[in-house]
């Protein structure tokens, strides 16, 4: 599928995720894309074993829309790594399902047009990961949440999420990412790759999701204040990344003491204060990594005070040095 994203009249791009299959042969395509005032990144790869994984890393000067024609329904497995993103279904009509940055969620793309859009003027980092319903139904057993939405979705051919609200991108998932994305790998081998590490991502993913609306909350239910201070928290960390702040200075500054933020941010985004720091430390090295900067002006962008720390903080967590990324310019 060429996903070029055009910022003229509405063009449509047939979307088959059995087309590989057909051809029994793995497919790629990487490069860069500077026209029609969107400027930045795509790479797709599809495998005959019914997978095609997508990257995009693109800012448009107006606002982005790629028209797709699905001959087949599949299920996408969405993840918004920075920007916004939005799907639209029934004619553009109506919105199946909005991303802001760090969020995901699986969905069920029938066979029909979809709208995918997105914001002028903003840096757009996503993972598309369309997967078969077959491969689908392979590793989803057949008590978990999701199963009997996406037998029905499929049987109607109707668009469904497996979440309600969207998901928070955990580091496990966005090491499993990039890992794709940095595959050193070729033909069958990679193939084999692809293939492993999405049965290691649904893993990870399907059975938090699992867990999560199986298991009661320890907590009684947040107040609407409580969520939104916990929001503020996490953009005053994104907006401080080189700095040191502690628990209380942060607590202090959205109107809370520190018990309660650990504890709300857990429950809102479930992760810690610092592992979150953590992975936003890790997703803005690659962004600037891949944006030409040196290692150690990475290491100093991200608050790393020694170079050797940010490296080996760098290499547990996507599996490469960060050398590499900079050196190949991936």
Not at 280 to 289: F, G, I, R, T, W
Request: hydrophobic content about 40%; proline content about 5%; aromatic content about 12%.
């Amino acid at each position: 599928m060429d996903i070029n994203p055009q910022q003229s009249s509405a063009k449509f791009y047939v979307f088959d995720i059995y087309q590989a299959s057909k051809e029994a042969a793995l497919k790629e395509s990487c490069g860069k894309i500077n026209r029609n005032g969107h400027s930045g990144t795509v790479f797709e790869l599809a495998s005959p074993d019914g997978i095609n994984f997508t990257y995009f890393n693109i800012k448009s000067s107006e606002p982005g829309q790629i028209i797709i024609k699905n001959s087949h329904p599949f299920i996408r497995l969405t993840y918004t790594i920075s920007g916004n993103k939005w799907y639209e279904i029934n004619g553009g009509k109506n919105i199946l399902a909005s991303f802001k940055k760090q969020e995901f969620n699986y969905l069920l793309m029938p066979k029909d047009q979809i709208w995918l859009r997105w914001n002028p003027e903003e840096k757009l980092e996503i993972f598309e990961l369309s997967v078969s319903p077959e491969m689908m139904l392979k590793y989803l057993p057949d008590h978990h949440p999701f199963f009997p939405v996406l037998v029905r979705s499929l049987k109607e051919n109707a668009a469904a999420s497996m979440s309600g609200p969207n998901l928070f991108i955990h580091s496990k998932s966005m090491a499993i990412l990039y890992d794709m994305l940095n595959c050193p790998l070729e033909g069958r081998y990679k193939q084999l790759y692809f293939k492993s590490k999405l049965g290691e991502l649904l893993a990870l993913e399907l059975e938090a999701f699992e867990l999560k609306v199986n298991i009661p909350r320890k907590y009684p239910k947040l107040r609407s204040i409580d969520v939104e201070r916990m929001h503020q928290v996490r953009d005053i960390i994104i907006s401080n990344i080189q700095s040191h702040l502690s628990l209380i200075e942060l607590a202090h500054q959205v109107g809370t003491n520190e018990a309660y933020l650990k504890r709300h941010f857990k429950e809102v985004f479930g992760t810690t204060v610092f592992g979150f720091l953590y992975l936003e430390k890790m997703k803005q090295a690659m962004e600037l990594l891949r944006m030409g900067h040196s290692v150690s002006e990475v290491s100093v962008l991200t608050g790393y005070k020694y170079v050797p720390h940010f490296t080996r903080a760098f290499k547990s967590h996507f599996g490469i040095n960060p050398k590499k990324i900079r050196d190949n310019l991936l």
